[in-house]
T-cell receptor
Framework: EAQVTQNPRYLITVTGKKLTVTCSQNMNHEYMSWYRQDPGLGLRQIYYSMNVEVTDKGDVPEGYKVSRKEKRNFPLILESPSPNQTSLYFC??????????FGPGTRLTVL | GENVEQHPSTLSVQEGDSAVIKCTYSDSASNYFPWYKQELGKGPQLIIDIRSNVGEKKDQRIAVTLNKTAKHFSLHITETQPEDSAVYFCAADNDMRFGAGTRLTVKP
């Protein structure tokens, strides 16, 4: 089944404790991206990647890192999480210029 | 970069009525305009999209219209049903910016 998977789905952590949210797609898509969703603000892009080893900042990259060592994986790294990073996070993938396929979301709470 | 504005932010209709959601974009180079539906607890899913070489596209009860000159596009849902209740997002492909979303409620 063609899909985007994210792990974990739910995470409660404390300020400053490094964490990684994994994202994987099995559709051989070149383009992958991360969004955060907050009430009233819609989907804001954090980082995106056009292909392996190519990553670029989105609208809200501060406090986040990503890597794209393999085509299928695009992990989101929070080196030192803060409470303002409490949010719902979505990973997405697509062919260049095509529809995006979204993962199920990761709800992160930073205490 | 692209700037996408979406209206209204909330919309409540009676079952069977039509619903219209509108988006405007700023970058005239954009040429792909998808609409996504997000149900509670799930990620957004594409429901319909349109490319700039056509002005209208229809799929059963949903349709999208595009006015490239005015830089706006709209989602039309006819004969709404309670299962249409969700948050809807528009997007424009340059930079893949999303609108802020419209929460549609269809009352039985």
């Amino acid at each position: 089944e063609a899909q985007v998977t994210q792990n974990p789905r739910y995470l409660i952590t404390v300020t400053g404790k490094k964490l990684t949210v994994t994202c994987s797609q099995n559709m051989n898509h070149e383009y992958m991206s991360w969004y955060r969703q907050d009430p009233g603000l819609g989907l804001r892009q954090i980082y995106y990647s056009m292909n392996v080893e190519v990553t670029d900042k989105g609208d809200v990259p501060e406090g986040y890192k990503v890597s794209r060592k393999e085509k299928r994986n695009f992990p989101l790294i929070l080196e030192s999480p803060s409470p303002n990073q409490t949010s719902l996070y979505f990973c997405a993938s697509s062919l260049i210029g095509g529809q995006q396929f979204f993962g199920p979301g990761t709800r992160l709470t930073v205490l | 970069g692209e700037n996408v504005e979406q209206h209204p932010s909330t919309l409540s209709v009676q079952e069977g009525d039509s619903a219209v959601i509108k988006c405007t974009y700023s970058d005239s180079a954009s040429n792909y305009f998808p609409w996504y539906k997000q149900e509670l607890g799930k990620g957004p899913q594409l429901i319909i999209d349109i490319r700039s070489n056509v002005g209208e596209k229809k799929d059963q009860r949903i349709a999208v219209t595009l006015n490239k000159t005015a830089k706006h596009f709209s989602l039309h849902i006819t004969e709404t049903q309670p299962e249409d209740s969700a948050v809807y997002f528009c997007a424009a492909d340059n930079d893949m910016r999303f609108g802020a979303g419209t929460r549609l409620t269809v009352k039985p």
